[in-house]
Nanobody
Framework: VQLQASGGGLVQAGGSLRLTCVAS????????MGWFRQAPGKERKFVAA????????IYADSVKGRFTISRDNAKSTVYLQMNSLKPEDTAVYLC???????????????????WGQGTQVTVSS
């Protein structure tokens, strides 16, 4: 599975962005997907995950109520809608795919086998 993330940018605190991750590959529509983020000098952290058909989602506590993950399997695309952005949301955001079919979506980065290149999100105060 190959992953291409886009949609990052510079936004003021309180603003919104929508990230997009386009997947290609034979099993992309049956793979659980996740979004992670990594700030400079810090470890990669879980943001949100969605199961293979979009019926189940999980979120990090820090983004609950502000971020929404969704997917469109017909377009092999996963989205991350980010509202009420805060300066502490500044990071490179990466999408990831689980190689197992019909997965549930997990908060640990060890569950994911494929990673995109990331897209920078910068929130100014």
């Amino acid at each position: 599975v190959q992953l291409q993330a886009s949609g990052g940018g510079l936004v003021q605190a309180g603003g919104s962005l929508r990230l997009t991750c386009v997947a290609s590959g034979r099993t992309s529509s049956t793979s659980a997907m996740g979004w992670f983020r990594q700030a400079p000098g810090k470890e990669r952290k879980f943001v949100a995950a969605i199961n293979w058909d979009g019926s189940s989602t999980i979120y990090a506590d820090s983004v609950k109520g502000r971020f929404t993950i969704s997917r469109d399997n017909a377009k092999s695309t996963v989205y991350l809608q980010m509202n009420s952005l805060k300066p502490e949301d500044t990071a490179v955001y990466l999408c990831a795919a689980d190689s197992r079919q019909y997965g549930s979506g997990y908060s640990t980065k060890l569950a994911y086998d494929f990673w995109g290149q990331g897209t920078q999100v910068t929130v100014s105060s």
